[in-house]
């Protein structure tokens, strides 16, 4: 069982930036073997997938933070990172990371894709 940690949220003004980080916790296997992404969910509204690096380490991202944000990972401190800058009041929300082994290309911004989930962490911007 897969379970992934997340950090680095907090309250910014518009314009600052913020890395969060996201790393599997006990015996949870390694982010290079996953397909991982980030999502954010505002109140009252659906989560909605932000940015997405399959095992082959390309990127995709949401046109709303395109430019802005960027999903890396450490393999080798088995840690996936999402570098925010040019932050947006409208990017405040819980933000999540996710893995799964098994996805398609064409799904990987799609909440259903993911099997394993962290608890969220949150990014304020005023």
């Known amino acids: 069982h897969v379970q992934l940690v997340e950090s680095g949220g907090g309250s910014v003004q518009a314009g600052g930036s913020l890395r969060l980080s996201c790393a599997p916790s006990g015996y949870a296997g390694y982010v290079s073997g996953y397909g991982m992404a980030w999502f954010r969910q505002a109140p009252g509204e659906e989560r909605m997938g932000v940015a997405a690096i399959p095992r082959d380490s390309t990127t995709i991202y949401a046109d709303s933070v395109k430019g802005r944000f960027t999903v890396t990972k450490d393999n080798a401190k088995n840690t996936l990172y999402l570098e925010m800058n040019s932050l947006k009041p409208e990017d405040t929300a819980m933000y999540y990371c996710?893995?799964?082994?098994?996805?398609?290309?064409?799904?990987?911004?799609?909440?259903?894709?993911?099997?394993?989930w962290g608890q969220g962490t949150q990014v304020t911007v005023s």
């Open positions: 996710a893995a799964s082994r098994y996805y398609s290309m064409r799904n990987l911004l799609q909440a259903r894709t993911y099997t394993y």
